[in-house]
């Protein structure tokens, strides 16, 4: 019996729905070649169903092809559109009627990896959570927000190891090629919170 699988790889995108990181041209732009790539791989395209750079993110699949999903924070459709004022331009919307908090860890669950684009509070909250649930997780740096502080949150202010499973990079194409790698080679949930602790832990070569 063999964990390998022939599952196409869904990639989540996080980050800034709102603030001043969306209005950013370098980061809006950055978010979008990383859709594109992600299209281009042939992965499925996940993000919270939101607007800013996610959105830019899924514009940017959808023009190579993804099939993109989006969870939405919302009750319905209706609740989707007026309420939390989100596109909905997905091929699938799940609506998951839990609110922003809860939504983010069915994101995060629901992806092999998660890249994380600028970023604020939220952003912060959907890191976190990648973290202690041992996620493959990539950071595209040079975005704004909280992209180049991550090493200082998890680091200097945490006092905790940046996981092996992370990866950092300011060009999309080159953060996909190392995600995919720690994906790979991590495909265990890695614990670092001293609670839980993996029967088998992969060594990391790098």
Request: net charge negative.
């Given at each position: 019996?063999?964990d390998h699988h022939?599952?196409?790889?869904?990639?989540?995108?996080?980050?800034?729905a709102?603030?001043?990181?969306?209005?950013?041209?370098?980061?809006?732009?950055?978010?979008r070649?990383?859709?594109k790539?992600?299209g281009k791989?042939?992965?499925?395209?996940?993000?919270?169903?939101?607007?800013?750079?996610?959105n830019d993110?899924?514009?940017?699949a959808?023009?190579?092809?993804?099939?993109t999903v989006?969870?939405s924070?919302?009750?319905s459709?209706?609740?989707?559109?007026?309420?939390?004022n989100?596109?909905?331009?997905?091929?699938?919307?799940?609506?998951?009627g839990?609110?922003?908090m809860?939504?983010?860890?069915?994101?995060?669950?629901?992806s092999?990896?998660v890249?994380?684009?600028?970023g604020g509070?939220?952003?912060?909250?959907?890191l976190?959570i990648?973290y202690?649930e041992?996620?493959?997780?990539g950071?595209?740096?040079n975005?704004?927000?909280?992209?180049n502080?991550?090493?200082?949150?998890?680091?200097?202010?945490?006092?905790?190891?940046?996981?092996?499973?992370?990866?950092?990079?300011d060009?999309?194409?080159?953060?996909?090629?190392?995600?995919e790698?720690?994906i790979k080679?991590?495909?265990l949930?890695?614990h670092?919170?001293?609670?839980?602790?993996?029967?088998?832990?992969?060594?990391?070569?790098?």
């Amino acid at each position: 019996m063999t964990d390998h699988h022939n599952h196409k790889l869904k990639i989540g995108v996080m980050g800034s729905a709102s603030g001043p990181q969306i209005e950013d041209p370098h980061a809006r732009e950055m978010a979008r070649e990383l859709g594109k790539e992600i299209g281009k791989r042939g992965h499925i395209f996940i993000n919270g169903a939101c607007p800013g750079l996610p959105n830019d993110s899924l514009l940017g699949a959808k023009e190579t092809g993804a099939f993109t999903v989006g969870i939405s924070p919302a009750f319905s459709f209706y609740e989707h559109m007026h309420e939390y004022n989100s596109p909905h331009e997905h091929d699938m919307i799940i609506y998951t009627g839990q609110g922003f908090m809860e939504r983010d860890i069915i994101n995060i669950r629901s992806s092999d990896g998660v890249v994380f684009v600028g970023g604020g509070v939220g952003t912060l909250n959907e890191l976190t959570i990648a973290y202690d649930e041992g996620r493959p997780y990539g950071v595209l740096t040079n975005t704004g927000g909280i992209s180049n502080a991550v090493p200082h949150v998890i680091e200097e202010l945490c006092l905790r190891k940046i996981p092996p499973n992370m990866v950092m990079d300011d060009d999309p194409a080159k953060l996909l090629d190392k995600l995919e790698e720690v994906i790979k080679e991590f495909p265990l949930p890695i614990h670092e919170d001293g609670r839980v602790k993996d029967r088998h832990k992969p060594q990391h070569k790098g």
